[in-house]
């Protein structure tokens, strides 16, 4: 299968390729082709250690998000551990005037995700400055900051230990439904990959013949009518809407993840400068005896970001579906949530090793003590026996 999908996604090999197959149709400074779509912009804020869904969905009275469809008719199936809540929002009017429909997703491990989408119609062109405006001159998060503070004000009692600042994370995808022409994947690689690359950089400049393979490169599709393009902060989907369901969800669920992960790291960072200022005030004898209760405080955050990573690491299940498997691994691995986990999973081991020495540190103290004690108490009857007295 991927060897099909990599034979039906051919690269034109420089710009200037792509521009020869406009003959006819129209030149790069020109965009013949009609597009429609839609523009989704995620929203993704990390907002406390868990979210108590069952008490949310009375809270809200929001329905739960269903299972992802299949991308095909097999037997395979992804499943959500715990499918994530789901309440529509008020409408977002921007200045420019552009009017967004939107939805909030409140998922078990603490991640609630905002959801804008902009249905749009237009040429490359339009599509192309519009990923450029949105992407760097609209600030989304201070907008979704605000309704998501005002929805979590009524959310309260279903946040377990929520936190006082808010990590976040933002996202674009392009979903693109209908071009003039219905083109095929390779096609469309081969005639318009260099705007694909410029919408999901966000850029209006034609990019480098590098960069724009390297964009490239990350692409998959099932059929030949069906493409994928993900960037580290946007995707371009050519798919029918049910088509581009499961990928936009496991594209959310990723970048879900690559916040999850950022908080774990932040917090063993802390953790461990914490452990470190410690130890440097000296292991002197006495200073030992406090080595247990920095050692517990130390593996009780072990254990909570232990059980917590293994949650939302889990938290949906692929059963024989290889091909959304893939297209899941691949947009983890554009967004970052690899290098993250390799960073947490470097300082849970490094936090592990601390643990210990601070332990055998106690147990060497207390060991010292008690043999102290020891010699203490004889000691004491070898006077009473040197003067006679009974003990």
Known sequence: MLRDIEQSSTIAESPEQAKAEFVGKGTPGTSPSSIQGSVLVLIQFDVCEEIKLDKL?????????????LKHPAPGYIRYQRPPVVEPIEPLVLDSGERLEGQIKYYDYGVLSVVFELPFSGDWDTLVRLGSRWVWDVDFAALASRVAR???????????KPYPEWLSEDYFIFHVREITGSPTAAELVATDGWRIAQVVRGETAQLSDGERNEILQSRISYYPTDLTVISWNAAFLYDSAAGAETAIQ???????QLLEFRHY????????????????RGTSMWARWRLAQAAS???????????????ADNAIKFLSDMFSARLYKLAAAKVGVPDYKDLVTQKIQTAEELYRFMVDQFNQSRAFVLELMVVIILIIELIYVFHGKPI
Do not use: M
Not at 150 to 160: D, G, S, T, W
Not at 250 to 256: M, R
Not at 265 to 280: I, K, M, Q, S
């Open 57 to 69: 969905r009375q809270i809200f009275g929001a329905r739960t998000l269903e299972h992802p469809s």
């Open 150 to 160: 005002q929805r979590l004000e009524r959310a309260a009692p279903a946040l377990v």
């Open 250 to 256: 496991l594209l959310e669920y990723a970048n879900s």
């Open 265 to 280: 790291d932040e917090l063993l960072t802390r953790e461990l400068e914490g452990v470190y200022d410690f130890l440097d």
């Open 297 to 311: 405080k130390l593996h009780t955050v072990l254990l909570d970001v232990n059980e917590l990573t293994e949650h």
